[in-house]
């Protein structure tokens, strides 16, 4: 059964700075990967989505990775922002059935 | 983009009342839609999945006579929480893939709808 572990929990931050956000998953036979961001009380805000057979994606300040064989993805945030403050959500994709959720990354960027 | 409609975003309820909660696929057909349940700082788990035009199948766990799914149309998925219980309060969200795009374009997700049974 596919697993979903998201490191760390929370992350506290000055403004400015890079971070990133660790993704692992037991099975590595997986459609697509997909990263979320979630404001409290809200729905999800899709960021990136990294196909199989691609190793990352970027928009704008955001770089997501993926290492299928080693069952890893990376977002990497860069120069962080009081806005970016939300939980980020890694979610991965085996063959057309239901996302498959990690429990997130709460970001909190200070100003 | 794709957009998916959720609706109410917050409802209260009485204890032993159902409440509906719908979801539209605004601008793409959706064949499957997922119903998630979310609870405080907890991950999206999956309750079941709705196939236009059959039955939904439900995940472990998961009343099916509690959490009745109706997918009537490519557009348009309900879930009726029955007989609500304070437990039953949550925050719950649908998603929905594009007939067309299958996923490779992800999923889009609704802004989901906070439940409290009192």
């Known amino acids: 059964k596919q697993e979903v572990t998201q490191i760390p929990a929370a992350l506290s931050v000055p403004e400015g700075e890079n971070l990133v956000l660790n993704c692992s998953f037991t099975d590595s036979a997986i459609y697509n990967l997909q990263w979320f961001r979630q404001d409290p009380g809200k729905g999800l805000t899709s960021l990136l989505l990294?196909?199989?057979?691609?190793r990352e994606q970027t928009s704008g300040r955001l770089n997501a990775s993926l290492d299928k064989s080693s069952g890893r993805s990376t977002l990497y945030i860069a120069a962080s922002q009081p806005g970016d403050s939300a939980t980020y959500l890694c979610a991965v994709d085996q063959a057309g059935t239901a996302l498959i959720f990690g429990k997130g990354t709460t970001l909190s960027v200070s100003s | 983009g794709a957009v998916v409609s959720q609706h109410p975003s917050r409802v209260i309820c009485k204890s032993g009342t159902s409440v509906k909660i719908e979801c539209r696929s605004l601008d793409f057909q959706a064949t499957t839609m997922f119903w998630y349940r979310q609870f405080p700082k907890q991950s999206l788990m999956l309750m079941a999945t709705s196939n236009e035009g059959s039955k939904a199948t439900y995940e472990q766990g998961v009343e099916k006579d509690k959490f009745l799914i109706n997918h009537a149309s490519l557009t348009l998925s309900t879930l009726t929480v029955t007989s609500a219980h304070p437990e039953d309060s949550s925050f719950y969200i649908c998603?929905?893939?594009?007939?067309?795009?299958?996923?490779?374009?992800?999923?889009?997700f609704g802004s989901g709808t906070r439940l409290t049974v009192v």
């Open positions: 998603s929905a893939r594009d007939r067309l795009l299958g996923g490779a374009n992800g999923y889009t």
């Open positions: 990294i196909q199989s057979s691609q």
